[in-house]
Each structure stands twice: as structure tokens, then as C-alpha cells.
């Protein structure tokens, strides 16, 4: 069974103050590897997608990195409102064609001016 | 701004009533997603359709059912709601399947 696993539960930082998010997963086959960052009450908005070991993408304060086992997010020198719960999700191949998303539980984040 | 909009924003039911959450899709997108998200469970995935047809399922209960319609908007019916079934539920779509799924704004269903 595809799993995801997101560590820390809850991360405090200080503004200015850089550190990594991580995602483990075990999938039959990766399709590609999302990352979302959702608002208290809304819907989870799209960070990222890597496909393949050694990818990364980055955007503003936000890098994320991909290896066969687990992915990162590191964020660097964050701003107050980078506060959020970061998600993980991983798309298996194959399954009889689903293409659904398996989630992890998520990474609080708060940071703190 | 996704594009994918979700209809009603709350809605508040006694337990063994019946409800219609509706999702209309980004523009041009074929597959439509539906998830819950409760707080000890996080995310999870529902059922899944493309361009009218149900593609896959996942832990949907047989209480709830959903369909996809020719202008690709969905519904998802929930029926004799039981208080477990207080969540947000998501509908996300994208272009093709395997794509990004992009996430409405939700459903927040308070079941009393």
C-alpha cells in the first residue's frame, strides 16, 4: 500500500531562520511526487510536482528536492506568511489507472516575526 | 485562484439526511477528484472521474455516490449522514489524468 509520511508534525521557526521539511513514501512505482501548502479552511494550493530522482524545483523562498526514498522542502529564510500546512502527496503508476493522490498528514508550520 | 469551485461554501444537516455538494472544474479539464478531510484522517482520496465516466474509487463509503455530467461539472451525494461524516471535502481537477490536480475551496459539512 502507497504511504506518506511528513516530519515534523509542527515546526516553529523564527523570521530569516532557513529549515527543510521531509517526506518519505512508499509507492509501487512513482509517478510524480506533489508538493501543496493549504490555509486554515481552504484548499490545498499547488507548490510542486518532481518526477524523478535528482529533480528539484524552486520558487521564491521555497526549493523542493526529490531522491528515490524521501522528498524535501527547504525553505529559506521565511516570512511570517510562509505560515501554513505544507502536504506531501505521491501519484502511483498503474493501479488499474487511478491517478488519485495519497497524502501525508501534513507539516504546521509557524513563523514567528 | 484555482479555477475549481466548490457550491455550498457550509452546510449544516441533522444526522440521516441527505446532501448534494457540486464542483464545477477548471475550464477544459477532464478529470474531477473528490476528497475528504477530517482531522485525524487528513486527506483522503474518494472517487475519481474522467470526462463523464468513474475512473476510480477509494474508501467511499456505499452511502455516498457521485457522477460526473456532460459539461464536466460533478456532484457528490451523501446520504443518511451519520455525525463521522462532519469533514471538508475537497474537489480538485486537472487537464488530463496524471496531471496536477488543482483544489477548490471545499465543502465544509457539519453533520449534528
Known amino acids: 500500500e502507497d504511504q506518506v509520511t511528513q516530519s515534523p508534525e509542527a515546526l516553529r521557526l523564527q523570521e530569516g531562520e532557513s529549515s527543510s521539511l521531509n517526506c518519505s513514501y512508499t509507492v509501487s512505482g512513482l509517478r510524480g511526487l506533489f508538493w501543496y501548502r493549504q490555509d486554515p479552511g481552504k484548499g490545498p494550493e499547488f507548490l510542486f510536482t518532481?518526477?524523478?530522482a535528482g529533480e528539484e524545483k524552486e520558487k521564491e523562498r521555497l526549493k523542493a528536492t526529490l531522491t528515490k526514498k524521501e522528498s524535501f522542502l527547504h525553505i529559506t529564510a521565511p516570512k511570517p506568511e510562509d505560515s501554513a500546512t505544507y502536504l506531501c502527496?505521491?501519484?502511483?503508476?498503474?493501479?488499474?489507472?487511478?491517478?488519485?493522490?495519497?497524502f501525508g498528514k501534513g507539516t504546521k508550520l509557524t513563523v514567528n516575526p | 485562484d484555482s479555477g475549481v469551485t466548490q457550491t455550498p461554501k457550509h452546510l449544516i444537516t441533522a444526522t440521516g439526511q441527505r446532501v448534494t455538494l457540486r464542483c464545477s472544474p477548471r475550464s477544459g479539464d477532464l478529470s474531477v477528484y473528490w476528497y475528504q478531510q477530517s482531522l485525524d484522517q487528513g486527506l483522503q482520496f474518494l472517487i475519481q472521474y474522467y470526462n463523464g465516466e468513474e475512473r476510480a474509487k477509494g474508501n467511499i463509503l456505499e452511502r455516498f455516490s457521485a457522477q460526473q455530467f456532460p459539461d464536466l461539472h460533478s456532484e457528490l451525494n451523501l446520504s443518511s449522514l451519520e455525525l463521522g461524516d462532519s469533514a471538508l471535502y475537497f474537489c480538485?481537477?486537472?487537464?488530463?489524468?496524471?496531471?496536477?490536480?488543482?483544489f477548490g475551496p471545499g465543502t465544509r459539512l457539519l453533520v449534528l
Open positions: 480538485a481537477s486537472s487537464a488530463n489524468r496524471g496531471e496536477t490536480q488543482y
Open positions: 502527496a505521491v501519484q502511483a503508476q498503474g493501479e488499474g489507472g487511478s491517478e488519485k493522490l495519497v
Open positions: 518532481l518526477y524523478s
